[in-house]
């Protein structure tokens, strides 16, 4: 009975330890794309406020 008691622990033990690599993982995994995101949406604005300046631009030189 003794034996059969640390076995069930230490599997009990391996699967929380499982369970816990497995959430870190996917928390890894969410940073990961959380920060892509985040850098696309920079780019995006950054390539969004160089078009208006250039329309800006193109319209002060029709203005002269």
């Known amino acids: 009975?003794?034996?059969m008691l640390k076995t069930l622990i230490i599997i009990t033990l391996i699967?929380?330890?499982?369970?816990?690599?497995?959430?870190?993982?996917?928390?890894?995994?969410?940073?990961?794309?959380e920060e892509k995101a985040?850098?696309?949406k920079r780019r995006e604005k950054e390539k969004e406020k160089l078009a208006d300046?250039?329309?800006e631009t193109e319209r002060d030189r029709e203005k002269d």
Not at 15 to 33: A, C, E, N, S
Request: no cysteine; charged share 25%; net charge positive.
């Open 1 to 3: 009975m003794d034996n």
């Open 15 to 33: 699967y929380y330890l499982i369970k816990g690599l497995i959430y870190l993982m996917f928390w890894q995994t969410t940073v990961r794309i």
């Open 38 to 40: 985040k850098e696309k």
């Open 53 to 55: 300046e250039i329309w």
